[in-house]
């Protein structure tokens, strides 16, 4: 794995050109970027299993602005086996991370009836048992936060 702190240029093939000149950003690439990716997220006290993506090619963080990005080969779709819940992670997956917080989360849905876009999840600082997951129409539900573990689905 390469880890680097970096300032994005428009010659960086990756979603750093995109964001504002001279904001120094952490960048993991690699194979382990995952790891990158659970790790930030369980610093800010979201489950470790939330995010079960393969093939993670690059993970960055904007620790100023809390924007967060993970690259994958391809999109993956996960099955939730304690709630029953399948969820596709696209390719891209991006979100501000807050602590207990994703919100203006990309690349994420879930299977209800049809596929509903994800935007925000969040774990709240007083009822940690719990998950909260808002989709793009301002609808959610609540499912206990063990179900997001890692190694939840092998139990």
């Known amino acids: 794995m390469s880890t680097?702190?970096?300032?994005?240029?428009?010659?960086?093939?990756?979603?750093?050109?995109?964001?504002?000149?001279?904001?120094?950003?952490?960048?993991?690439?690699?194979?382990?970027?995952?790891?990158?990716?659970?790790?930030?997220?369980?610093?800010?006290?979201?489950?470790d299993g939330l995010l079960p993506l393969k093939d993670v090619v690059e993970c960055g963080f904007n620790r100023e602005t809390g924007y967060?990005?993970?690259?994958?080969?391809?999109?993956?779709?996960?099955?939730?086996?304690q709630i029953g819940k399948q969820v596709s992670y696209g390719d891209k997956v991006t979100a501000y991370l807050e602590k207990g917080?994703?919100?203006?989360?990309?690349?994420?849905?879930?299977?209800?009836?049809?596929?509903?876009?994800?935007?925000?999840?969040?774990?709240?600082?007083a009822d940690k048992n719990n998950i909260f997951f808002k989709s793009f129409s301002g609808l959610g539900k609540t499912f206990p936060t063990k179900?997001?573990?890692?190694g939840a689905d092998t139990k």
């Open 147 to 150: 179900a997001f573990l890692r």
């Open 68 to 81: 967060v990005w993970i690259t994958q080969k391809k999109a993956i779709v996960h099955q939730f086996k």
């Open 4 to 47: 680097v702190d970096v300032e994005p240029t428009p010659a960086r093939p990756s979603i750093l050109a995109q964001l504002p000149e001279g904001v120094v950003t952490h960048v993991a690439t690699g194979p382990e970027s995952l790891q990158h990716a659970v790790d930030l997220i369980s610093e800010f006290g979201l489950p």
């Open 101 to 125: 917080r994703l919100k203006k989360l990309t690349g994420v849905k879930a299977k209800e009836m049809l596929w509903v876009s994800i935007v925000e999840i969040t774990v709240e600082e």
